[in-house]
């Protein structure tokens, strides 16, 4: 059986991972847990900024597809939406993403943000591509 979160170890984090402070807790293919703190990510009024929740969404979506793909596969988003229905203001948001499809070429995944408290502050649906090998 394949420890993913070794493979995300030896992988290392993004960049924007590491500026956000997203750390990823759970990845398999099939499932991804991921937290980000709300300060440090805040909009001019202190609210979550929506396009953070976006990031958040992104990164495990990819890295799920990274995942179920191999890594000599290169993989890049081509669509992702958000509804945010609640704002954050302090504290860690939990983002856990769930596939919709796992397929050759093309893998999707619904995020499900929430607070502290459980509630609900964003819906996200990310589709990735999955490329040829690199070379």
Known sequence: MIDFMEV???RGRGTLDKKMGIEIIEASP???VGTMPVEGNTQPLGL???GANVVLAESLGSVGT???AGPTRRIVGVDINA???KSATSGVV???ATAITLGKTLCSYNVEITNE???RTCT???TCLILAERK
């Open 8 to 10: 995300l170890r030896e």
């Open 30 to 32: 099939e499932r991804l």
């Open 48 to 50: 979550l900024h929506g």
């Open 66 to 68: 990274q995942l179920h």
């Open 83 to 85: 509804t945010h229905h």
């Open 94 to 96: 939990t983002a856990v």
């Open 117 to 119: 408290n459980g509630e």
């Open 124 to 126: 996200a649906r990310i």
